[in-house]
Nanobody, 128 residues
C-alpha cells in the first residue's frame, strides 16, 4: 500500500502564493496519474489539478486554471503544486492522490473514485 505524504500547507494572504509537495513515504507513487484534491468545510472533496506521471500531461479544474501549476520531478520522486494569486475560496484541506489505472483523456481523472492512494491532507488557509 502506497502512503502519500503532503507538505507545504499554511497561511497566506489573498494574492499570495504557496507551494504544496507530495511524495510517497517509501518507494514510488506506483500511479499513472497523481493529483491534488481539496475539501473545504461543509463541501465535497473536489479535484484541483493532476499530472500524468509518464509524460507530464496536466489537467486543471476551472477555478484554478491559470493560477495553479502542477509539476512532478521523476528524479526526486515528488509532485508539487504551486498556487499563485490565492483567493479566499482556496481555503481547504488539500489532499494528494494517486490513480493506478491509466485513462484517456486526462479529464477523466477529475473523478475521485478513480484514485487508490491518498494522503492525510495539508491545510491551506487564505486570509484577506
Amino acid at each position: 500500500q502506497v502512503q502519500l505524504v503532503e507538505s507545504g500547507g499554511g497561511l497566506a494572504q489573498t494574492g499570495g502564493s504557496l507551494r504544496l509537495s507530495c511524495a510517497p513515504s517509501r518507494g514510488t507513487f506506483s500511479s499513472n496519474f497523481v493529483a491534488w484534491f481539496r475539501q473545504a468545510p461543509g463541501k465535497e472533496r473536489e479535484f484541483v489539478a493532476g499530472i500524468r506521471w509518464s509524460n507530464g500531461e496536466t489537467h486543471y479544474a476551472y477555478p484554478v486554471k491559470g493560477r495553479f501549476a502542477i509539476s512532478r520531478d521523476k528524479s526526486k520522486n515528488t509532485m508539487s503544486l504551486l498556487m499563485n494569486t490565492l483567493e479566499l475560496e482556496d481555503t481547504a484541506l488539500y489532499y494528494c492522490a494517486g490513480a493506478v489505472t491509466e485513462y484517456s483523456p486526462v479529464t477523466m481523472y477529475s473523478q475521485r473514485r478513480l484514485y487508490t492512494y491518498w494522503g492525510q491532507g495539508t491545510q491551506v488557509t487564505v486570509s484577506s
